[in-house]
């Protein structure tokens, strides 16, 4: 695709059920695509187990997400820096009740959003789809599944709900062990699954979140970093935005990555 997408490109993350990484591969990729010069905001839409902020440590929160559904709150008084990731968010209210929103409110928030000065907004949703009309409001989906059979069999489920609605939907698959019990490569792309992305399973992950600072942002080995990288790339060749042009102090060393680590620069 030529490099004349809108913006704000919003990506919907999804999955049908709860543990596969959702969460955390909303954060990652929004600072893998940082990293590619693209500007992003994440948004922690998720009413029922809100985790973005907990993540990121800034905890709980007086208003967020919730506010913006239900108090007709203005969006931009809702974004948050985070400094161990060098992005910004729009955290979920913790211990807000878990309510199904009305259709009108969810057209409400989005007329909003679309408005902002983004070039990826990167949408943590709650697992399902609660509002199947709502979808036309994204640009793409992107379902995260692990390897295991019920992982697999919702993800073909979600993707057909995509098709039936329009809404382009992208695969990765995370938490990765290459391992006998779990449904290999080969057998996804024979059930007609080409996944955009492979990311590893690794300890760094729990270390990670135990520290508030993304995965990609500590991992020594690199593996989980090579996996985001590719798996940036390719959102960014399917979306058709043009990154701006990385300064060179971005491009970074020991001291830079710790600038970027503690400071969000």
Do not use: W
């Not at 007329?111 to 949408?123: A, H, M, P, S, T």
């Not at 036309?136 to 989906?141: F, G, I, Q, R, V």
């Not at 692990?146 to 609605?165: E, F, P, Q």
Request: hydrophobic content about 40%.
């Amino acid at each position: 695709m030529a490099g004349n997408a809108k913006k704000p490109y919003i990506i919907r993350v999804s999955s049908s059920k709860g543990g596969v990484g959702k969460s955390i591969m909303s954060i990652n990729l929004a600072v893998a695509l940082r990293k590619l010069g693209y500007n992003v905001l994440v948004i922690d839409s998720d009413l029922i187990t809100p985790s973005i902020g907990l993540y990121l440590g800034i905890g709980e929160v007086e208003e967020g997400f919730n506010s913006f559904l239900y108090n007709h709150t203005k969006i931009k008084d809702l974004i948050i820096p985070s400094n161990t990731a060098g992005i910004k968010i729009v955290p979920g209210i913790i211990r807000g009740e878990p309510l199904i929103p009305r259709k009108i409110d969810v057209d409400r928030v989005f007329e909003q959003i679309r408005k902002l000065e983004y070039d990826f907004i990167i949408v943590d949703t709650n697992p399902g789809i609660s509002f199947p009309e709502t979808l036309s409001h994204y640009d793409a989906a992107l379902i995260v599944t692990n390897l295991d059979i019920a992982s697999i069999s919702s993800t073909i489920k979600l993707k057909n709900m995509y098709r039936k609605h329009s809404l382009k939907s992208l695969v990765v698959v995370n938490k990765f062990k290459n391992r006998f019990y779990e449904v290999s490569l080969k057998e996804l792309k024979e059930l007609g699954i080409e996944p955009i992305g492979v990311i590893p399973e690794d300890d760094i992950v729990n270390i990670s979140i135990a520290e508030h600072v993304p995965a990609y942002n500590i991992d020594r080995k690199g593996r989980i970093q090579k996996g985001l990288d590719k798996l940036a790339e390719n959102i960014a060749k399917e979306s058709g935005v043009k990154a701006v042009q990385i300064p060179k102090t971005e491009k970074k060393g020991l001291f830079a990555r710790l600038i970027s680590i503690f400071f969000g620069r």
